[in-house]
Nanobody, 123 residues
Framework: QVQLVESGGGLVQAGGSLRLSCVAS????????MGWFRQAPGKERDFVAA????????YYADSVKGRFTISRDNAKNTMYLQMNSLKSEDTAVYYC????????????????WGQGTQVTVSS
């Protein structure tokens, strides 16, 4: 069982940066692949980034590649999403998720979800 809590969202101007954190409880975090997803009002939940259990492999949606960086610190049971050069289209609720399989871009494969944190980018 894994419980996830996101933080770090907020209001930022276009071009600015934010760092999201996802703190996990439970021993299985260290063996779980993790992902970030986002959902804008009236839209489906979209894949943002994923990372394997030890951080050696990372994956990004084309829309965030080169601007966002996913990382994790297993000693702290925490995953991060560094978001730079933010755009208005990045505005969404951001969710972290954990999967007992390998990193995937499809939300259906993730077993555990956080409650989400709002990111608003003003233009």
């Amino acid at each position: 069982q894994v419980q996830l809590v996101e933080s770090g969202g907020g209001l930022v101007q276009a071009g600015g940066s934010l760092r999201l954190s996802c703190v996990a409880s439970g021993r299985t975090f260290r063996s779980s692949a993790m992902g970030w997803f986002r959902q804008a009002p009236g839209k489906e939940r979209d894949f943002v980034a994923a990372i394997n259990w030890n951080g050696a492999s990372t994956y990004y949606a084309d829309s965030v590649k080169g601007r966002f960086t996913i990382s994790r610190d297993n000693a702290k049971n925490t995953m991060y999403l560094q978001m730079n050069s933010l755009k208005s289209e990045d505005t969404a609720v951001y969710y972290c998720a954990a999967t007992t399989t390998f990193p995937r871009s499809a939300a259906q494969f993730y077993n555990y979800w956080g409650q989400g944190t709002q990111v608003t980018v003003s233009s």
